[in-house]
């Protein structure tokens, strides 16, 4: 406010009228609402533990522990026990991260060191190009488009992706996974053959949709190891790999893990893409083509038809995936955090 | 070591012979015993071997990475786009075995509870939001509604349905699109809180000072500095947040359910009952055993999908002018 502006308006007095009285009161009240929106996200999350909680007390009371351990689930005879489905849950989580995170961290580090530049700069010397600033963007701009396009991955709904692999992935992988069962039945994994919905489509589409989560985390705790880490392991006369083995890696493993961690967070509650896909069988395998069912399966596919006596035992076996997916996100959420406290500390 | 010590200008003399002594050492092999061909760059070592064979599994494992994305939409345009007609968007879904129709009250239902979770959660986030970017930074509170705003980013999209499920649709006694709009309402809100937070906290200080310097209220530098200069930050999460609420199908399952019809009773518009949705369509379609059926699930997808990039795009889009700024 300089010039005869400035003057003018303080001179009509515009500028330094102190806030009057209905303003502070504004004030006041704006800022407690502000705090009692957010101390209302508290409040919601104590709210969901509670209402899920509460409607599950019935059948806590009526089948107890034995519920978790049961292995049957009769609507008919009132027996229920979601051992099959916590172990569905388990093991379709563990074995999509265990794929999602070997292409999600191979393709953080490929988007974080450098490779894309390399790999044009290549191609540009084949065709005798010169160095050019317009080119030299030119591997940066790609770096954006692949950091991009995985993210779009995870943009997808993944009712989507359900539909794309009960049409597309299921009569694809069919037959290699039925030769596999005529060849090595023996082996527990392959023990029975693939008719349609299954584990292993299931663990495809869900590592796919984990794939965006550990990608993003993991390549911006690669970006973050500070450069002379990198700088002093190249100049020692480590080669490319021996430095992102021995060095980035390590150093960066804590945000990687918290990313995994989370990503294993969402694959336990991830509910569509497994209910079209995982074949909804109560059935305890370890066979990788085999039917099976998931906690969230269990809920979607049951609950729009469940009657009064099974929806407090639906609410138990939510109860039983919140319980689950919050530790797991607890643990994560704080992994990352000191992670990043450490690398601001730094 | 000679170098590294400060050369004494004393005299002539002294120059000359320190000079002499640098130059034998230059004359020396300070690469004595070094056996050069052990570092050369080839293939026949296998650390290098080792190097340039990860360097090709990762870059194989990229491109793999990013098939399904590709896989995805092209057989969305190849499947859906067949059926691509203006019927899809004003018919009502079909019966079993009867031709034709199409999904319009699917997508004004999801576009009704995307709206209303938006409604919802615009004002108790962005506050939030700007709650937590003017906390001081050792508030318990703020350090709290942080932690549980991440917890909720993870948290399962099926139990969100539940508990509206609980709480709405036991209490009202129905099936409804209010149900459903607060359903996704919950999954909105973290992402909403969390980007408009980083959005207000990137304006700069003395622009924050500035306002308060001249006098202006909390309230007044909230809304005339603060919002309006992270208004494209918070406009790209409000947008990732509706994009993410579009596609989700579990909250919905059991809260909005579904309908073949309208969203009217008795001749007027009512929110109060079971709601069509475009992906609740596409699960309920896709296991059906009818062609027609299963068609429509496809162009229903390929509709969905669109929707929800084109609202990612125009999110980030407004994040990119914020930066050129």
Not at chain 1, 72 to 86: A, K, Q, S
Not at chain 1, 245 to 271: H, K, N
């Amino acid at each position: 406010m300089q010039g005869p502006d400035g003057i003018e308006a303080l001179s009509a007095g515009r500028i330094w009228k102190p806030p009057s009285k209905t303003q502070l009161l504004i004030d006041s009240a704006f800022r407690r609402l502000c705090v009692a929106f957010a101390a209302l996200t508290i409040v919601l999350i104590v709210l969901l533990v509670v209402e899920i909680g509460a409607k599950a007390i019935p059948a806590f009371r009526e089948h107890g522990l034995s519920f978790i351990w049961g292995r049957t689930w009769d609507p008919n005879r009132e027996v229920f026990g979601i051992l099959p489905e916590i172990w569905g849950t388990l093991y379709t989580s563990l074995l999509a991260l265990l794929f999602g995170s070997l292409f999600g961290v191979s393709a953080a580090i490929f988007l974080s060191e450098g490779y894309m530049s390399e790999a044009i700069f290549k191609i540009l010397k084949m065709f005798g190009v010169q160095f050019h600033p317009f080119w030299g963007k030119l591997p940066e701009r790609f770096e954006l488009l692949l950091k991009n396009l995985i993210e779009l991955l995870a943009a997808v709904p993944s009712v989507v992706y359900g539909l794309w692999g009960l049409f597309i992935v299921i009569p694809l992988i069919r037959p290699m996974c039925n030769w596999l069962h005529a060849q090595f039945g023996w082996f527990p994994l392959f023990s029975t053959d693939l008719s349609g919905p299954g584990i292993l489509p299931a663990v495809i589409v869900l590592s796919i949709m984990i794939l965006p989560t550990i990608t993003a985390i993991s390549r911006d705790a690669l970006v973050s190891v500070p450069p002379k880490l990198r700088m002093a392991a190249y100049g020692l006369g480590a080669t490319r790999w021996e430095t992102i083995l021995g060095v980035l890696l390590p150093t960066a493993s804590r945000g990687i893990f918290g990313g995994i961690v989370l990503a294993f967070g969402r694959a336990l509650g991830e509910t569509m893409a497994l209910a079209m896909l995982v074949g909804n069988a109560n059935r305890l395998t370890v066979s990788l083509f085999s039917p099976a069912n998931t906690l969230a399966a269990l809920l979607a596919n049951s609950f729009p038809e469940a009657g009064a006596r099974e929806i407090p035992v639906l609410m138990y076996a939510a109860l039983v995936l919140l319980a689950i997916t919050l530790v797991v996100n607890i643990f994560g959420a704080l992994i990352l955090e000191r992670a990043t406290s450490k690398a601001e500390a730094k | 070591m000679s170098e590294n010590q400060p050369i004494p200008a004393s005299s002539q003399e002294d120059k000359k012979t320190l000079l002499h002594k640098a130059e034998d050492e230059a004359a020396r092999d300070p690469f004595e015993g070094v056996d050069f061909s052990e570092l050369e760059h080839s293939l026949y070592r296998p650390r290098t071997l080792f190097s340039v064979i990860l360097t090709w599994i990762v870059t194989g494992m990229t491109l793999l990475a990013l098939v399904p994305l590709f896989a995805v939409l092209f057989m969305l345009i190849w499947r859906g786009g067949q059926k691509l007609s203006l019927d899809l968007f004003t018919k009502l879904p079909p019966a079993p075995l009867e031709p034709g129709g199409g999904f319009g009250n699917a997508i004004l239902g999801t576009l009704i509870m995307v709206g209303l979770a938006t409604l919802i959660t615009i004002p108790l986030g962005v506050l939030t939001g700007v709650y937590l970017a003017q906390a001081p930074g050792d508030s318990k509170l703020a350090s709290a509604v942080r932690f549980s705003a991440k917890v909720l980013t993870g948290f399962p999209s099926i139990l969100a349905g539940v508990f509206a499920y609980g709480a709405i649709v036991l209490a009202t006694g129905g099936y409804s699109a209010i149900a459903g709009g607060i359903a996704l309402s919950i999954l909105m809100l973290p992402t909403i809180i969390l980007t408009s937070e980083s959005a207000i906290a990137m304006v700069p200080v003395k622009m924050k000072e500035a306002s308060i310097g001249l006098g202006a209220t909390t309230t007044q530098t909230a809304w005339m500095v603060l919002l309006p200069t992270a208004m494209p930050g918070i406009l790209t999460g409000v947008m990732l947040a509706v994009a993410r609420a579009a596609g989700e199908t579990a909250p919905l399952l059991f809260t909005a359910l579904f309908s073949n019809f309208w969203l009217t009773s008795g001749g007027r518009f009512d929110l109060m009952q079971p709601t069509a949705s475009l992906a609740v369509l596409i699960y309920n379609f896709s296991g059906m055993p009818f062609k027609n059926q299963v068609e429509l699930a496809w162009a229903a997808a390929l509709v969905l999908v669109a929707l929800v990039l084109i609202t990612n795009l125009i999110g980030q889009s407004f994040s990119r002018q914020q930066n050129l700024q």
